[in-house]
T-cell receptor, first 114, second 116 residues
Framework: GENVEQHPSTLSVQEGDSAVIKCTYS??????FPWYKQELGKRPQLIID?????GEKKDQRIAVTLNKTAKHFSLHITETQPEDSAVYFC?????????????FGTGTRLQVTL | NAGVTQTPKFRVLKTGQSMTLLCAQD?????MYWYRQDPGMGLRLIHY???????AKGEVPDGYNVSRLKKQNFLLGLESAAPSQTSVYFC???????????????FGPGTRLTVL
């Protein structure tokens, strides 16, 4: 089955700096890669996703890049703010039907300090 | 539109007791999922369903059973609870059909279960 590895497990940045979280996946048939943000005691919420036919996607301060050849994808957060502090999870899936199940990374705890 | 809801929010069980967690969604989603979240291990899929009346095993199905008798509901059962099942349980759902957001999974608020 799919295996998703995520690094680093913890990340501390100063407000205004950039943060990068990296994930690798094992299943070359995976074609959907979402990123979820989970604040303390809350549910995971989708912040951005990318599909295998796209190399990069951006939404304001958040961007995701995908390298299918190397089987890795990354989350980039620019101009970090205290409200970006949370745990971030990457995930991968092969598509729809029984293949729609997501395999998650183990999470990155991002701390944005003032 | 409540989205995905879960009942109960918290529960404490003794070893060997049984219980059922209820997940409900009002978005007419085809697919529903149950995950457990443990510290340092991310979210792991227990069981999932790709339509009413169907279920399939995920990554960690042992000790759990599920049922999807109605499209909007997905039940997770623990027949004989064990301390290893102490966790936070999240339900999620997604469209599963052709559309612009077919893959996006929407999560419920979670159920914190402690087994003593």
């Amino acid at each position: 089955g799919e295996n998703v590895e995520q690094h680093p497990s913890t990340l501390s940045v100063q407000e205004g700096d950039s943060a990068v979280i990296k994930c690798t996946y094992s299943d070359s048939a995976s074609n959907y890669f979402p990123w979820y943000k989970q604040e303390l005691g809350k549910r995971p919420q989708l912040i951005i996703d990318i599909r295998s036919n796209v190399g990069e996607k951006k939404d304001q301060r958040i961007a995701v890049t995908l390298n299918k050849t190397a089987k890795h994808f990354s989350l980039h957060i620019t101009e970090t703010q205290p409200e970006d502090s949370a745990v971030y999870f990457c995930a991968a899936s092969r598509g729809t039907g029984t293949a729609s199940k997501l395999t998650f990374g183990t999470g990155t705890r991002l701390q944005v300090t003032l | 539109n409540a989205g995905v809801t879960q009942t109960p929010k918290f529960r404490v069980l003794k070893t060997g007791q049984s219980m059922t967690l209820l997940c409900a969604q009002d978005m007419n989603h085809e697919y529903m999922y149950w995950y457990r979240q443990d510290p340092g291990m991310g979210l792991r899929l227990i069981h999932y369903s790709v339509g009413e009346g169907t279920t399939a095993k995920g990554e960690v199905p042992d000790g759990y059973n599920v049922s999807r008798l109605k499209k909007q509901n997905f039940l997770l059962g623990l027949e004989s609870a064990a301390p290893s099942q102490t966790s936070v349980y999240f339900c999620a759902s997604s469209y599963g059909l052709a559309g612009t957001k077919i893959d996006t999974q929407y999560f419920g608020p979670g159920t914190r279960l402690t087994v003593l």
